[in-house]
């Protein structure tokens, strides 16, 4: 963490902030290296020199700039693109342009635009992170940001998670500006005789956001409340905060009221009917998610299996992907129907590095940790954050490999003492079958399992403190940006 202390009160108040969102949120530790997202717009054009004079005053290392062109605006692009260039050549670092068809990865993948703009630039974002040897990248999300995203939310019926909006950190993916209004960026540029580049598409009010930034929230501020941005930036805080909570203790409800069934899953109603709603909800919600895959899962479907587990629920309905059965004193989900299973796969692992699974909607990485990033992501794994695990590094050394499972896996799960069959932990953790062959294994160079990922590490790898150095291998979802 940056350090405490006077210093930051001494700064421009705009720098002051952005301290003040790191530390509140830990977001980067002392020294950290750090690219910053360049897309040529006021708010990331600020970014950049908000993180160089961080730079200067030793307080973070700005690695170098990223720029992905989307392919979708031509000619306006292409400026865009020349323009990052060229600041970067001001600045004195290096830049990672990236290009897509974004337009064909939403054909392809049945997305919408924003989506598949969204995944592309993210995953390219973690290759120029890598391709830079950063430890973090930085992207210029602000608060007004924030309250557009938390508006779209409610309009869309988004539940207590949904309405956490923007997130300070998600993975490698940080956040510094999210307390600033994009008016004082714009401000701070114009005081250092700094320009930007205007993306005229977000002038098209086609799109609900644009609708929300020139139309919406200006009459809000007008008839409601002058910094209505910042209420609802407070309101997204206090949702993220809540959220946090029922979510912990939801996976313990989950561990008690959710069992492995023949093909399926089942959930014990006793045990629902008993749980507050709120906590009910979300244990329905991430069974349906385990036993559909990758389908989505709406509020109506938690709310039909929710009656169905109620005291009058009998009988059985149909969901996406699934057959819903009430049975006596269990509902078990099930598929509808035959599917064939993934293919198995095997991804060598860089350290630092990342991988994803085609279609698979995860991502790994991997990274060497410095005292204060160990320290952190040990912090994150005993809370019971699942999707962090820390190996020792010198038991990895001669390389990692991501692949599927085999037959006649085994492994020494941490903690439990003893070798244990793959598939065996597997049904103790509840793991439904048709995701167990999609479940990622990291193996070091002997294929001895080293992290069944999500879940546990084998005893082998564990830090201890006699530990000398230690790898951080973070299990994420492709985008990076709840």
Not at 298 to 321: I, K, S
Not at 337 to 365: D, H, I, K, N, Q
Not at 423 to 433: I, N, Y
Request: charged share 25%; aromatic share 4%.
């Amino acid at each position: 963490m940056l350090p405490p202390g006077d210093r930051a009160l001494q700064m421009p108040s705009l720098l002051a902030r952005v301290i003040g969102t790191i530390r509140e949120h830990d977001l980067a530790p002392r020294g950290a290296s750090v690219v910053a997202a360049l897309s040529g717009g006021s708010d990331s054009v600020a970014l950049v020199e908000l993180l160089r004079d961080l730079s200067a005053a030793g307080e973070l290392r700005l690695a170098g700039l990223a720029h992905f062109h989307h392919g979708l605006r031509g000619e306006a692009a292409d400026a865009d693109e020349r323009f990052c260039a060229a600041v970067a050549a001001r600045v004195g670092v290096p830049i990672e342009i990236g290009h897509g068809d974004v337009a064909r990865l939403a054909r392809d993948e049945r997305l919408s635009l924003e989506d598949a703009a969204r995944r592309a630039r993210y995953a390219f974002l973690e290759r120029a992170r890598a391709a830079l040897g950063a430890d973090l990248v930085a992207v210029g999300h602000t608060r007004d940001d924030q309250a557009e995203t938390f508006l779209l939310r409610i309009l869309r019926g988004a539940g207590t998670r949904g309405l956490r909006a923007i997130q300070p950190r998600a993975g490698r993916v940080i956040r510094p500006l999210l307390d600033c209004r994009r008016d004082d960026l714009r401000r701070f540029l114009a005081n250092r005789g700094l320009t930007y580049c205007e993306d005229q598409s977000n002038a098209d009010l086609r799109h609900p956001r644009n609708r929300l930034r020139h139309a919406v929230l200006p009459a809000l501020r007008r008839d409601f409340n002058a910094d209505v941005e910042a209420v609802l930036a407070r309101e997204a805080a206090l949702a993220r905060d809540d959220a946090a909570l029922l979510d912990e203790l939801a996976a313990g409800l989950y561990e008690t009221a959710v069992s492995p069934a023949a093909g399926g899953l089942a959930l014990d109603v006793a045990s629902l009917g008993q749980a507050p709603v709120a906590l009910a909800r979300r244990v329905i919600h991430r069974a349906l998610i385990e036993q559909a895959g990758t389908r989505f899962v709406g509020f109506d479907h938690v709310e039909a299996v929710r009656r169905l587990c109620g005291a009058g629920g009998r009988g059985g309905l149909d969901l996406p992907g699934l057959r819903v059965e009430r049975n006596a004193g269990r509902v078990v989900l099930r598929n509808d129907g035959p599917e064939a299973g993934p293919a198995p796969f095997s991804y060598p692992l860089p350290v630092p590095g990342e991988v994803g699974g085609p279609g698979s909607g995860w991502r790994l990485t991997a990274a060497r940790a410095g005292e204060e990033e160990a320290r952190a992501a040990a912090r994150a794994a005993l809370a019971g954050h699942g999707s962090v695990a820390l190996v020792a590094a010198t038991e990895v050394e001669a390389g990692l490999v991501v692949r599927s499972r085999r037959p006649g896996d085994v492994f020494r799960p941490a903690g439990l003492g003893g070798r244990k069959k793959l598939q065996d932990f597997l049904v103790d953790r509840k793991v439904p079958r048709q995701n167990r062959d999609r479940l990622p294994l990291v193996v070091d160079a002997a294929d001895r399992i080293v992290w069944v990922a999500g879940h546990r590490v084998a005893e082998e790898f564990r830090v201890t403190d006699r530990t000398a150095g230690v790898v951080i291998l973070r299990l994420e979802a492709w985008g990076g940006t709840a």
